[in-house]
């Protein structure tokens, strides 16, 4: 089970600013954006994810083929640090 911090207003409209920016700024959906992240670093070699559904298998592999600008990265963090 979540804990109750993860559920809370705060954390959500951060999420919800780095969801927008994903979509309007880098034109990739939050799970896409999400990934990218995660496979952007050196020491990662691969992401494990869930996928229930063909076209979640789609958008999940798209997420590797995008090109995101490190700012986009820097200014999520910057955004999402307070809740590290």
């Not at 995008?66 to 963090?77: C, H, N, T, V």
């Amino acid at each position: 089970m979540l804990p109750k911090r993860w559920l809370q207003a705060p954390l959500l409209t951060a999420v919800q600013q780095v969801k927008l920016m994903a979509e309007r700024e880098a034109g990739v959906s939050l799970t896409q954006f999400a990934l990218a992240w995660v496979l952007r670093r050196q020491e990662v070699s691969s992401a494990i994810i869930g996928a229930t559904r063909p076209e979640q298998v789609v958008e999940n592999a798209a997420a590797a083929e995008k090109g995101i600008s490190p700012e986009l990265f820097a200014r999520a963090e910057e955004i999402l640090a307070p809740f590290w």
